[in-house]
């Protein structure tokens, strides 16, 4: 019995800190099988071994007691169970926290993920509604749903539903914003994967309601084109694509469907898509029928009540947006659409540099100010430049007054700074005097540049009441020569050279 007692207090010691340390690499690393196959056999040793050491225990009881070192000894082990259970169920817990096990995950999928069953899996004869109607009776979803990207669903020429993905939120009953993300691969089950509680911009946003996609379906003809699409062989698989309401500035592929998609009780739709050819862009709710394997083939986009705007709206509104933009910036910024250059020294006064001419890659530019925020321009210089062409560089001013307007020839080898003392009226050529200059940098004597190389004038910089320009030998470069002005650009002198940084 002594040997029994010894040996199956040991072995069950041993098996207790085994199981727990597979547990924990259970929870850290996942692998349910292989640990299985080692955790239950450990267990069985387990529960046998401690069964024989409390019966041997029973009969060593009076002899423990009277022995000191026996005691001693099962302290320790007491000791040494107690430091691994803390520290193993320690580790388990942290891999339940999330992103620091595998543990983590499956508690997220337990508590976030749902398996839906697809019922109604035949778009042609259930369509969407058919999905929506399956996901809503197992999750009791709100009534009113909107897109965080898209609604995407493919199916065969029968109308066999292959894949689905979407990503939806709304409002429950209480007030509380609930999302769905939904994947479904029929490869793979007739179950829909749902991630719900899920991290997404929810900012109920008409145009991403899920809704006019229900109601353009129901009078699109997807069943007739895809039977045309399949009788000419032109593939095998076909998708549908929702993305609420969208803006188009071509006509390829366009289908215009009568009805009330807002449901504001008034078709106001139009069917001048010929509209587009003056510019502009037509703006409605609309689903694409397309086929994925036939990139050439143009998708049917079936639109419900669109509307066309004009160009000179949309260049209204981007002029609008672009100053809001320039405004907040606090040097010049470009409009990249027709690369107008823009400066606003506070919310009121703001000049901008508008392209009047352009020609082999270079532009002739007029001046314009604004006084009020930008909603009115005028002209303040017709020809700021000179007559000489190029692409700017740069446009700034320190007051109302003093501004400086940078023009640089197509290459960016070279540039040329102007100078505005009276708020844009009339601007001068910046002169430097590059004849007092006594030293270039470096890398400039390295690469046998001369004083003449150096005629790329960079913008000016102010600090202090003192104005800097460098002039360097292209643009981007970072080494040059330095000229200042404490008189705000009346006279200029040499300061030395500028070395970049290695």
């Not at 547990?23 to 450990?42: D, E, N, T, V, Y």
């Not at 020429?157 to 429950?172: A, H, P």
């Not at 509680?197 to 069943?223: Q, V, W």
Request: proline letters at 3%; charged letters at 25%; a negative charge.
């Amino acid at each position: 019995m002594k040997i029994i007692y010894q040996i199956c207090g040991k072995i069950s010691l041993i098996c207790y800190i085994f199981i727990l340390y597979q547990i924990w690499h259970l929870c850290q690393f996942g692998g349910i099988r292989p640990h299985l196959m080692i955790i239950l056999p450990a267990t069985a040793v387990f529960l046998a071994s401690f069964v024989l050491w409390l019966i041997s225990r029973k009969y060593r009881a009076k002899e423990n007691q009277k022995n000191p070192v026996k005691t001693k000894i099962l302290w320790a082990e007491g000791i040494v169970v107690s430091i691994a259970t803390a520290y193993l169920i320690g580790r388990i817990i942290y891999a339940g926290i999330p992103y620091h096990g595998m543990l983590s995950w499956k508690i997220d999928q337990w508590m976030n993920q749902k398996e839906v069953t697809l019922e109604h899996d035949n778009f042609f004869e259930d369509g969407v509604e058919g999905v929506l109607t399956d996901l809503d009776n197992a999750l009791d979803m709100p009534e009113e749903l909107y897109l965080v990207n898209q609604y995407q669903m493919t199916f065969d020429k029968n109308g066999k539903i292959k894949t689905i993905y979407t990503f939806l939120y709304g409002q429950d009953k209480n007030g509380e914003t609930q999302t769905y993300l939904v994947d479904y691969d029929e490869s793979r089950g007739r179950n829909m994967t749902v991630r719900v509680n899920g991290n997404a911009t929810t900012d109920y946003t008409e145009d991403k309601r899920l809704e006019p996609m229900l109601t353009i379906l129901r009078e699109a003809s997807c069943e007739e084109r895809v039977q045309a699409w399949a009788e000419a062989d032109m593939g095998e698989e076909f998708e549908i694509l929702y993305m609420g309401r969208r803006s188009f500035s071509s006509a390829a592929g366009l289908e215009y469907l009568p009805g009330d998609v807002d449901g504001d009780g008034t078709d106001a739709g139009t069917s001048r898509f010929d509209l587009l050819n003056g510019g502009g862009e037509i703006l409605g709710f609309e689903v694409s029928l397309h086929i994925p394997d036939a990139e050439d083939v143009i998708p049917v986009r079936y639109i419900m009540e669109p509307e066309y705007i004009s160009q000179e709206i949309l260049d209204e509104e981007q002029e609008e947006q672009q100053t809001e933009t320039a405004k907040e910036a606090k040097t010049w910024s470009v409009d990249n659409t027709d690369g107008t250059m823009y400066f606003f020294l506070n919310d009121d006064q703001g000049w901008r540099l508008v392209v009047a001419d352009a020609a082999a890659g270079s532009r002739f530019y007029q001046i314009e100010k604004t006084e009020d925020g930008g909603t009115a321009w005028t002209m303040s210089n017709e020809d700021p430049f000179g007559g000489q062409i190029g692409v700017t560089e740069g446009l700034i001013f320190f007051d109302e007054n003093l501004g400086f307007a940078g023009l640089t020839g197509a290459s960016q080898s070279y540039s040329s700074l102007y100078m505005t003392r009276d708020g844009g009226e009339t601007f001068t050529q910046v002169q430097l005097p590059m004849d007092s200059v006594s030293q270039i940098p470096e890398s400039g004597t390295e690469y046998g540049f001369t004083v003449e190389d150096y005629d790329y004038i960079g913008m000016p910089q102010e600090q202090d009441g003192t104005l800097t320009v460098l002039v360097t030998t292209g643009a981007g470069e970072q080494d040059g020569i330095l000229f200042q002005s404490s008189d705000r650009g009346a006279t200029w002198s040499y300061a030395g050279v500028k070395e970049a940084e290695s």
